[in-house]
């Protein structure tokens, strides 16, 4: 089959999949404490979920990231894994991962490396427990810590995401840094992007620029720039005293559109061509209108072909240019 290529030449190699909006937490840049969420019969079933991320990997598609949400809270979620299992057997799947914030490790680390997920991100902002229950608004940091551990115990490759949030974890920069490499884990930083609705004061005043933040590792550290890129948003650098790979992930401040291999998938079935864009694809209906999967092909060719050159973020100004209606649990970062 004809592998997806956008009309800027890039290869569509990687999905991401938002399997559920809900979550056992309340991040305070993610959701509103009250959060509405989506009646049942507009989510994906696995079963089209299944069918849905298939089609994808017979187009092309060599890279799965499960998100959410949380995706290990919805339910049976990991029939889902074990199904996806056979497109890494099959090789056409090169990578099946997810981005979770922890709280459910302890319960599926295991399972989740027996289906033959390799590595996975976790979302950790702080190692203070006052200060986690602040962010996290329900989560507890104990319950996460014990959820890393049945990750690496299992064999889990795990990569700490945390979100650069100004005056709130600036003062962890080393503790975190040094509590990874004692691990053996990366660690990428994210710079909080103006989604949601949560007004846009809140998102300008915690912005902590990741150059900054650079700049204050380089005077501990060594720091060596690494050419590797993953089509993503994310830059990398060598701690040369640890041997640690430090990320930043600079969606408003860099453009990494030109290189941009991936495309998002809500769990109602709505495809994302951009992060920072509006425009999306409903294939919910060409899914649930045929038992056929033509029509559903053909959506996501249409789809791929409506892939913008890049998003409009922008901070530079001191608004929020380009803001976003959508929660990130909606496309699950
Ligand atoms: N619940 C899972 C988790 O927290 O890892 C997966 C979904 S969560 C939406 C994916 C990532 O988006 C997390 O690393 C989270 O920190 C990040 N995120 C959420 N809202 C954000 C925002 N406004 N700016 C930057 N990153 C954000
Ligand atoms: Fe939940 Fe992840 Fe959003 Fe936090 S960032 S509220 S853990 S979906």
């Not at 061509?273 to 056929?292: F, I, K, T, V, Y």
Request: hydrophobic share 40%; glycine share 8%; proline share 4%.
């Amino acid at each position: 089959m004809t592998p997806l290529i956008d009309p800027f030449a890039r290869p569509v190699s990687y999905l991401r999949v938002s399997v559920t909006d809900r979550c056992d937490f309340r991040c305070v840049y993610c959701m509103a404490e009250n959060m509405t969420f989506l009646p049942k019969k507009e989510l994906l079933t696995l079963e089209e979920l299944d069918r849905l991320c298939s089609a994808f990997v017979r187009m092309g598609v060599e890279k799965l990231r499960i998100t959410g949400g949380e995706p290990l809270v919805r339910r049976g979620i990991m029939t889902f894994f074990g199904a996806m299992a056979r497109h890494l057997d099959s090789g056409a799947l090169k990578e099946l991962t997810l981005t979770t914030n922890g709280s459910q490790l302890g319960r599926f680390a295991a399972d989740l490396a027996a289906t033959g997920v390799r590595r996975i991100n976790v979302s950790l902002d702080t190692l203070d427990e006052r200060k986690f229950a602040e962010v996290t608004r329900w989560g507890r940091l104990p319950q996460v810590l014990k959820g890393i551990d049945a990750a690496q115990a299992a064999g889990l490759r795990v990569k700490i995401n945390a979100v650069a949030l100004k005056g709130f974890n600036e003062d962890e920069l080393f503790r975190l840094t040094e509590w990874c490499a004692e691990r053996d884990m990366d660690l990428t930083w994210i710079e909080v992007m103006p989604m949601g609705d949560l007004g846009n004061e809140d998102r300008l005043d915690q912005y902590w620029a990741l150059s900054d933040l650079r700049a204050r590792l380089a005077e501990r550290y060594t720091v060596t720039d690494i050419p590797e890129r993953t089509g993503g948003p994310a830059r990398y650098v060598r701690l040369e005293e640890t041997g640690q790979k430090i990320g930043f992930i600079t969606p408003l401040s860099h453009n990494f559109c030109e290189s941009c291999n991936r495309v998002r998938l809500t769990c109602t079935g709505e495809l994302f061509m951009c992060l920072g864009q509006e425009d999306n694809a409903d294939l919910r209906r060409p899914l649930r209108a045929s038992e056929s999967d033509a029509g559903l092909e053909d959506a996501i060719r249409e789809a791929i072909s409506r892939k913008p050159k890049g998003h409009d973020f922008d901070y530079s100004r001191q608004r929020a240019d380009g803001q976003m209606s959508r929660h990130m649990s909606h496309t699950g970062g």
